[in-house]
Nanobody, 124 residues
Framework: QVQLAESGGGLVQAGGSLRLSCAAS????????MGWFRQTPGKERDFVAA????????YYADSVKGRFTISRDKAKNTVYLQMNSLKFEDTAVYYC?????????????????WGQGTQVTVSS
């Protein structure tokens, strides 16, 4: 089992920045990739970004390319999401997820472990 704990959410004005963190514990050696998803009320969870744990290869949704950066610190078993130039439409609950088998990163169904989520609110 892998446990994930997100932090760093909050309220920010449009154009501002936030950095989310996700600390993994437990059987972290089994992780092949970690990702960030976000969800607004009444909608499905959408892919935001992902990173292959060992190779460090990154993936982004078109809506956040050039504004968000995903990174990881293997020594700390932590993945980060640096969010710059935030927009009102970035408002959502952000979830961290971890995947055991590397089978693709953009579908939430491919992830095995999830954090509880952290709220990000961008005021316009």
């Amino acid at each position: 089992q892998v446990q994930l704990a997100e932090s760093g959410g909050g309220l920010v004005q449009a154009g501002g920045s936030l950095r989310l963190s996700c600390a993994a514990s437990g059987r972290t050696f089994s992780m092949s990739a970690m990702g960030w998803f976000r969800q607004t009320p009444g909608k499905e969870r959408d892919f935001v970004a992902a990173i292959r744990w060992n190779a460090g290869i990154t993936y982004y949704a078109d809506s956040v390319k050039g504004r968000f950066t995903i990174s990881r610190d293997k020594a700390k078993n932590t993945v980060y999401l640096q969010m710059n130039s935030l927009k009102f439409e970035d408002t959502a609950v952000y979830y961290c997820a971890a995947q055991k088998a590397l089978v693709g990163v953009q579908s939430e169904r491919l992830y095995d472990y999830w954090g509880q989520g952290t709220q990000v609110t961008v005021s316009s």
